[in-house]
């Protein structure tokens, strides 16, 4: 269009300035679409950047407050790898069974009637039939000074970045103290205070136990006996021992 123009015409060499503007427009135009490109990448990797500097940082924070949970916390909790070999535990179940070395199996550390329920549970985990669980039931641990501790247990299933399971965290809560607290009160409510032999709320119980499980065609004969002035030998013995 431009070499035809009347306008133009007369003008030397018009042909190949024409072809030289427009060389020079493409260009400029390519420069400009080349530097445009370059400021999109540039945006783009600013953006991940960015992103994953936040990503880290909302990891370090989320890892230094479970790490402030973990130490802090007053109930046990062990984090072990998906066969049930321990990683790491913290100060509160050292209290509860003492040190325990990395390395070593979650299993040792419950006595042998509780290790089936545990282990089935701990089982649905790595099968992926579970998340987590925490188990109705008090679960007995063998404490530091040999005797059981009674627990509850509650675990939960812990996942990398990629969603992909990589160990367990085991949360133990000692109610040892409150178990034996019930055990006595029951021992008290099911035995006499003065004589520790079973009283009559212990005997209807048992009567009761042995009638539910006996057959329909067996016989259960009752006998009671009663001893006179019992009860006046019981207050007297009974004021003697709690003046004492």
Known sequence: ILPAS????GIDGLAGKVVSLLGAIAAGYAAALRAQTFDQQEEVKQALLKARQDTERELRLSEAKFRQLFTSSAVGIVIS???????????ALAGIVGDLAPGRSLYELLHPDDVPPLSAAY?????GRNTGFR???RIRLMGKDGEPAWTYIAVSLLRNVDGEPTGQVT???DVTELHLLGQQLRHQSLHDALT?????QFFGST???VLERADQSS???VCKLDVDGLAVINDAFGDRKSVV
């Open 81 to 91: 790898d998906l066969e049930g070999n321990v990683l790491e535990t913290n100060h």
């Open 196 to 200: 520790g032999l079973p009283n009559q």
């Open 207 to 209: 009567l009761q136990s």
């Open 171 to 173: 949360i133990v809560e």
């Open 135 to 137: 188990l109705p039931r």
């Open 6 to 9: 009347s306008e133009l015409q």
């Open 219 to 221: 016989r259960i004969t």
């Open 123 to 127: 089982q649905e985990l790595v099968d």
